[in-house]
């Protein structure tokens, strides 16, 4: 169903359709990640006046013997630990309070551990976010194993940057840019985020090895994103029974896929990031919140609940991964701010780390407005071109 028929169609259909997958799915992902800020926290003796699923006004919420206050808050876009002589969600530090600070307390304050903990206790968050990823890809092969689509060229597309490559029907792809090539669906992923870029493939013709130089054309294509930009290199596969065979995987085989999958998140994020500095792809293709909640819902009814799983994984590994950009507010400008304490032997001046956080906060916020915007301009269009 389109995001847009499901609000015509009433709320009902709006909360069951995607809020629902969108909150479950964004919801596990940032229960882990506080999750790994907590327990670090825990382990190093600091500690922990509150742990909110959303932020905002309270929903529902309990204390626990250690004093902790477990809530859900209403705004469900993110989540916070509060450490004990933390000033607010994000970490910041309470320099009135720790100057007032008895030796009990010390002893308990985040901001008097050692830079090693506090590092540690940061870096904890998004280091539990690529470990969810990686159990998650990896329990999904183990249990259900792979059917993959032998990576065998039926068809090359007359004037195509594989007919001009030397492509040739038969021919079994094995390799590209050092990458072993299992299934026909690992070509793709390849070569839709590589458009002009020349890439090196391995083929097997014959039984012999030949290797040829391709070049994605770069294609506009409708993705469950929006409008994209994508490779193309113009070849088809069969799509008979016999081109299917399904792979099992053991345990070890299984967490060492999981960790190319997650590797492979990480990969194309700064793949896009390098070509959107230099200019050779589009801010537009940013998501935030509203995309990623119609990815949810389209996602859950097409591919019901394994595809879902696969989606919270993907978007823990870009959650664990945007939190470590060196912005302050999010977990890597913390951990920037402990390096440079590290290298220094003392904490940047209060004053200083007020004005960084001040300049995060005003970058994330600016980020996230952007984000919605496209998220928006995406929604609308496809309404405007069907003069609806």
Request: proline fraction near 4%.
């Amino acid at each position: 169903m389109e995001f847009f028929s499901a609000i015509g169609g009433g709320a009902f259909d709006v909360v069951v359709g995607y809020l629902v997958p969108f909150i479950a799915v964004l919801a596990l992902v940032v229960f882990v990640h506080e999750m790994g800020h907590f327990l670090v926290g825990r382990w190093c003796g600091v500690g922990v006046q509150a742990f909110s699923i959303g932020f905002g006004p309270e929903i529902v919420g309990w204390n626990d013997r250690h004093g902790t206050r477990w809530k859900i808050s209403l705004v469900p876009l993110g989540g916070y630990v509060k450490f004990f002589g933390d000033a607010g969600a994000a970490s910041t530090p309470d320099n009135d309070g720790l100057q007032q600070m008895g030796a009990a307390d010390r002893a308990k304050s985040f901001h008097h551990k050692p830079v090693s903990q506090r590092a540690a206790i940061v870096a904890a968050g998004p280091l539990a976010n690529f470990i969810l990823a990686v159990a998650i890809f990896a329990g999904l092969v183990y249990v259900n194993g792979r059917d993959v689509l032998i990576p065998r060229v039926d068809e090359v597309i007359e004037g195509s940057a594989a007919e001009r490559a030397g492509f040739q029907p038969g021919d079994v792809i094995v390799e590209i840019d050092g990458r072993t090539i299992v299934g026909f669906n690992d070509m793709q992923r390849i070569v839709s985020s590589s458009a002009e870029d020349e890439l090196t493939i391995v083929v097997d013709r014959g039984g012999a090895l030949v290797t040829l130089t391709a070049t994605p054309e770069r294609r506009v294509t409708e993705t469950a994103f929006g409008v994209q930009r994508i490779g193309m290199l113009g070849i088809q596969a069969s799509r008979s029974p016999e081109a299917i065979r399904h792979i099992s995987y053991g345990p070890i085989e299984a967490v060492g896929l999981g960790v190319y999958e997650s590797y492979f998140v990480v990969e194309r994020t700064f793949d896009y990031l390098g070509k959107l500095i230099t200019g050779r792809e589009s801010a537009d293709q940013l998501s935030g919140p509203i995309r990623i909640a119609k990815v949810s819902g389209d996602v859950a009814e097409a591919g019901g609940i394994l595809q879902l799983i696969t989606l919270a994984a993907v978007l823990s590994v870009s959650i664990g991964l945007i939190n470590l950009f060196p912005v302050p507010m999010l977990d890597g400008g913390h951990l920037m701010f402990y390096a440079i304490e590290a290298a220094r032997g003392r904490p940047l001046s209060e004053n200083a780390q007020e004005i960084g956080f001040r300049i995060g906060f005003a970058l994330v916020i600016f980020l996230m407005l952007f984000a919605t915007w496209n998220d928006i301009v995406h929604l609308i269009n496809p309404l405007t071109a069907d003069g609806t």
